[in-house]
């Protein structure tokens, strides 16, 4: 779990730098920032434990 943790920030880290940088480079920061994103969402383990409240009525 650690490991998955570690490398979701990597990447997330990764995208905030490529975003500061020329256009291109800004464009893969938002791709990288949304698999970062997209990953952390649909995180079985992270669902799981319970990490979500439910809904309130």
Known sequence: MQEVRVRR????????CLACLPVELAV???ILLAIAF???M????????GDLEPMQE
């Open 9 to 16: 920030y990597q990447v997330a880290i990764l995208g905030v």
């Open 38 to 40: 997209i990953d952390y």
């Open 42 to 49: 649909f995180d079985p383990n992270r669902m799981l434990r």
């Open 28 to 30: 893969s920061g938002a």
